[in-house]
């Protein structure tokens, strides 16, 4: 089984794979983001390193869900290959920090990739506000990550509404968690996995919504 955790920059989504990993014995899968080479130029250079930066996520995520496709345990992944391309990449474009050739060639090379790629058998997207955004991201304190700009993040909670609700098509469990503390909170880490378990063993699942 595939479990994947979507959500914008600062949203909680490494923090409650490995909870999850933990609670239900699943292994966890991590986004490469320290050993990324290009993450550092690229917030100070977003033109000149985006397209790089996009390439080496997307030829990562591709390794991971092959590998996740050929294993027999359950995997809970964190951001799949689906956000990264309809969501960072394709906001880039929007914006203008990748060109059109460059997103053209980028969407190609997707495109052979989703001839591999099956979609995961539930993902949960993990919904706040920029504001919450934002208070995250400074108490991590990553130097890289404290050049983002606020229009940035509202761009990509943007194209993850529309990704999500718009063009995604499989299973998804959407969590606000603008009013929760699911790390040091034991109530609101029950409903998360509470509405996991409704959803993947429950003989009646909920409405995921």
Not at 10 to 29: D, E, Q, S
Not at 150 to 162: A, C, M, S, V
Not at 182 to 190: G, K, M, P, W, Y
């Amino acid at each position: 089984m595939h479990i994947a955790i979507a959500g914008n920059i600062g949203a909680g989504k490494t923090t409650l794979t490995n909870m999850l990993a933990r609670h239900y014995g699943w292994t966890p899968r991590l986004e490469k983001v320290v050993d990324n080479p290009y993450l550092s130029d690229y917030y100070k250079q977003l033109e000149r390193w985006c397209f790089n930066l996009e390439v080496f996520f997307l030829k990562e995520r591709f390794k991971d869900v092959m590998e996740i496709n050929q294993s027999s345990e359950t995997v809970i992944q964190d951001r799949s290959i689906f956000e990264g391309v309809y969501v960072f990449a394709k906001n880039n474009h929007e914006q203008g920090i990748i060109s059109d050739l460059d997103f053209d060639t980028y969407m190609e090379l997707f495109g052979l990739m989703m001839q591999q790629v099956k979609m995961p058998d539930l993902m949960i997207y993990l919904r706040a506000d920029t504001k919450h955004l934002v208070e995250n991201i400074q108490k991590r304190a990553r130097d890289y990550e404290q050049a983002i700009k606020l229009d940035y993040l509202q761009g990509l909670n943007k194209r993850y509404d529309e990704f999500v609700y718009q063009h995604y098509k499989g299973r998804v469990l959407t969590v606000n968690v603008d009013d929760m503390d699911f790390e040091h909170v034991t109530e609101d880490f029950r409903h998360i996995t509470d509405r996991i378990d409704q959803i993947l063993f429950g003989l009646f699942p909920l409405d995921e919504q």
